[in-house]
């Protein structure tokens, strides 16, 4: 017989030895999700520089041993801007000087740089302390297996979106990050779905552009946005492309 200790530590070790089952059979989120990020880059996304253009933007991601530092750079009509957001915090510098922000302008300037770092770097920061994992069930796309996992977010160190609602689509056998939705709340409400496409390996991180696609405004959930998007009932409304992608590993 187990004793509670036991049980809470019971897991099954299968097949590969990515994925493991609970005492009651039920996929285990975290293991997904550990699986997941091995398969993207694992240990590779904390000691590295990656830089990339967004949307005519260039982004510098900096890790090392727990320090960041992400840098978002733009011309504007006064200048070359920089925003620099870092374990110490967050500042924006015009022609490479300083420049005071209030404190509103601040919090979103940051937010928008750590916004574009997080989804590009995704499944990485699903192992966040701030991160609540949810097994929700199995699902087919295109004909390939996925595990669904939902993720929401504590108050505390969830940022200011702690209330959006994320679903991720994990590849049974490739363990890939292929499909995502989320719910957000900011500036009204509305829901997005995440299709990956152009896969490509650089330096040993797996980076992956995205067509993304809308609900409807009454959508509520987005838990069965795979049916939805293999139906059709989905409208494309954009498309997320990273370019001139370079990686550099400080340690491997």
């Not at 997941?36 to 933007?57: K, N, Q, V």
């Not at 679903?167 to 997005?192: I, P």
């Amino acid at each position: 017989m187990l004793n509670k200790g036991h049980l809470r530590q019971c897991v099954v070790f299968i097949v590969t030895g990515a994925m493991f089952f609970s005492c009651s059979n039920q996929p285990d989120a975290k293991s997904i999700t550990d699986a997941a990020i091995i398969a993207h880059g694992g240990h590779r996304y904390e000691s590295s520089i990656i830089e990339f253009e967004f949307r005519g933007r260039h982004f510098s991601i900096e890790r090392n041993d727990g320090l960041f530092t992400y840098k978002h750079t733009f011309e504007d009509t006064a200048g070359t801007i920089s925003d620099i957001l870092s374990n110490e915090g967050f500042y924006r510098e015009i022609n490479g000087e300083p420049l005071g922000l209030s404190e509103g302008k601040q919090s979103r300037f940051s937010e928008e740089v750590n916004s574009v770092v997080y989804f590009a770097l995704l499944p990485h920061f699903l192992n966040d302390l701030a991160v609540q994992k949810r097994y929700i069930g199995k699902g087919t796309v295109k004909g390939e297996p996925y595990h669904k996992i939902e993720v929401s977010f504590r108050k505390e160190g969830g940022g200011k979106d702690y209330s959006d609602v994320f679903t991720y689509w994990f590849h049974q056998n490739k363990h890939t990050m292929d499909y995502l939705a989320y719910r957000y709340h900011r500036d009204g409400s509305g829901t997005r779905f995440r299709a990956a496409f152009n896969q490509r390996r650089i330096n040993g991180i797996l980076f992956q552009d995205y067509h993304n696609y809308k609900g409807t405004e009454s959508d509520t959930s987005t838990v069965d946005y795979d049916q939805r998007f293999e139906r059709g009932q989905l409208t494309k409304v954009s498309e997320v492309i990273l370019t001139n992608i370079e990686v550099r590993i400080l340690s491997d």
